[in-house]
């Protein structure tokens, strides 16, 4: 793909997360064909990325669990970085246990790459990948939106 259809496909990804919603965060949401080593790969980049901006691990993640290749990566990735994942409305069985941070993620095969969205009330991450032979390696660079 030529650099200048992907600047625009970036741009808009980074935009999307202008347009919330009043009753929360988009539905997590994973392509069937994003399986194996590129879900890992993509779900380990992002969540990397993810802690990188989130700062601290201390706050647990909620996160809707799906039977995808690609939310099971992604927890695992996240868990890696030390996060404590909730799923759906499971609590942390702790008393004092600071309220989870929901966390949305969505992935869509655009023009020939993957492009992965993780969003919470108060950031937006997202990139493009180019998935070839089941292994997907960064398209573009991060796009990055905070909210106040």
């Known amino acids: 793909m030529q650099l200048h259809r992907l600047i625009p496909m970036v741009l808009a990804l980074g935009l ?3 347009q919330t919603a009043t009753d929360g965060l988009s539905s997590s ?3 069937a064909d994003v399986t194996g080593p590129a879900a890992g790969a993509i ?6 990325r993810f802690a990188e901006q989130a700062g ?6 909620k996160l809707k669990k799906d039977t995808s290749e690609f939310s099971v990566a992604l927890e695992a990735a996240l868990k890696g970085w030390g996060f404590a994942i909730v ?3 499971k609590s942390t069985g702790e008393k004092d246990a600071a309220k989870p941070v929901e966390l949305a993620y969505s992935i869509a095969a655009v023009d020939g790459h993957v492009l ?3 969003s919470t009330d108060t ?7 180019s998935v070839k032979n089941g292994v997907a390696a960064p398209a573009s660079p991060l796009s990055l939106m905070k909210r106040n």
Do not use: Q, V
């Open 123 to 129: 950031m937006e991450l997202g990139r493009a990948y």
């Open 56 to 61: 601290s691990t201390a706050t647990p993640i």
């Open 16 to 18: 999307a997360g202008c």
């Open 29 to 31: 949401a994973a392509p």
């Open 116 to 118: 992965a969205r993780l």
């Open 87 to 89: 799923t759906n409305d």
């Open 43 to 48: 779900a380990g980049d992002m969540a990397g």
